[in-house]
């Protein structure tokens, strides 16, 4: 079994002796300088992959993501077809976007923004405190990681609901599907999290209908994806007070650009796309697995469906 390494700019190091304390006779590639025979080429392991590239390996099993996200694996027009896909389900990605969204939800719950604003004034001056249970947090997406952040959350005492494309029972949260259930919960959402898949569905997802649907002042937390929100809609919605502030960790394009409205908005705090990292130690089990269960046609671990797009 051959697994080749695709991801620009990461420094495989750590990744080979990670993958080689599971599977010690791992034979691991790099693209683009160790790759040797294309046919050789069993299993790709990627963070987005060239476009075209993977059409290059005739021989290929399986196309494992280096993060959640597939939409910068799916979006190759040239994706060979057939060929199984899998998410990564992660601990340490979990345990990172949890750590992540409650430091953001208390942030905001605590109003912290304004508080450093204050500071920065030197303005020392109390602001009225709310109840948890006061503060309701919606969640779009009540996956692998949504799920998991919605259930921290209900530990604060925060009133939880989540939308998904299916029905869920998780303790403490209030399940919602469709076009009706997403607009039930966004107008009983204080603050909003956004974790959806990029996928055609949600694409745009948060423009000035759905964000205008929010009660007013409410918080939106996006640690998604960057094309889920409609950009101008959002700068709108905060100026016109719509929406009191937004953390934004991920953007239409990354890094950043240097003149986007974005990095100096006063509401708006900006992260470099950082709200959950994929570690090769916690990972690498879990790469492991899937690496075996190609090599032995089972069905892979986060195995998506291709059509659905996430
Ligand atoms: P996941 O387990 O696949 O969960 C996706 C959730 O979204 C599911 O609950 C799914 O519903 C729901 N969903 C998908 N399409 C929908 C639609 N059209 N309408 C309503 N609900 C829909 O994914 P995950 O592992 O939780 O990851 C979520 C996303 O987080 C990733 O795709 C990635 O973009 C992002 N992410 C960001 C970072 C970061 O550092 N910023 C790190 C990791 C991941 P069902 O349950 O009914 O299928
Ligand atoms: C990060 O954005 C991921 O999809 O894991």
Redesign the pocket.
Known sequence: MALLFICEGEDPTDWESALRAEIPDLDMRVWPDRVGNPDEIDIVLTWQPPRGLLATFPNLKAILSL???IEHILRDPELPPGIPVA?LIDPG?QSG?VEFVTMEVLRHHRREPEYRAQQRAGDWRLLRQSLSCDRRIGIL??????AACGEMLTRFGFPVSG????EKDLPGIASYTGEDGLFSLLERSDILVC?????P??EDILDATTLGALPRGAVLIN???GKHVVDDDLIEALDSGQLSGATL??FREEPLPADHPFWSHPNIIVYP?A??WTLPESAAPVIADNIVRAAEGRELVGQIEVRRG?
């Open positions: 993060g959640a996200g998410r990605l976007m997406g009540l996956g692998h990681l949504g939308w998904a494309r299916t974790l959806l898949p990029l996928t569905d949600t640690t998604a994806r960790d991920v796309h709200a959950a996430y």
